[in-house]
């Protein structure tokens, strides 16, 4: 599971990255202002969470039989996806639906934090 989640995690780090830079790059003179900052608040939840889903997967590697830390990187995972996944989808197409979708991942996000606490707590 360390290995699984670490390699997730820094791919979802770099594409924070790539897509903050494509932002900056590509999209400045397509997107509205407000587009834009959607576009960023997703970045900049998915490079949280990236880092979060790390420290996860080091957690993991020295505490393996928590259930707690696996269900909170899973979360992450999860969150990262829907969360800044339809916060992209809603800046790119102006599809307000879309943003219903987005508290979804923050809920799997608020979940993984839940979870990590638990582990820390050893209340499993």
């Known amino acids: 599971m360390t290995r699984i989640f670490i390699a997730i995690a820094a791919a979802f780090g770099g594409t924070s990255v790539i897509l903050g830079a494509f932002a900056s790059h590509a999209l400045k003179e397509r997107l509205s202002d407000r587009a834009l900052e959607i576009w960023e608040t997703g ?3 998915q490079m949280y ?3 979060a889903l790390i420290l996860i997967a080091l957690l993991i590697s020295r505490f ?6 696996v269900v909170a990187g899973y979360a992450f995972i999860a969150g990262i996806l829907i969360f800044s996944g339809s916060l992209y989808a809603l ?3 102006g599809i307000k639906w879309l943003g219903a979708i987005t ?4 809920i799997a996000l608020i979940m993984g934090w839940i979870c990590l606490a638990i582990a820390a707590w050893g209340i499993e």
Do not use: D, E, R, V
Request: a positive charge.
């Open 43 to 45: 970045t900049k939840y």
């Open 49 to 51: 969470h990236a880092l």
């Open 64 to 69: 393996p039989a928590s259930t707690s830390l």
């Open 91 to 93: 800046s790119l197409s």
């Open 103 to 106: 508290p979804l991942g923050g």
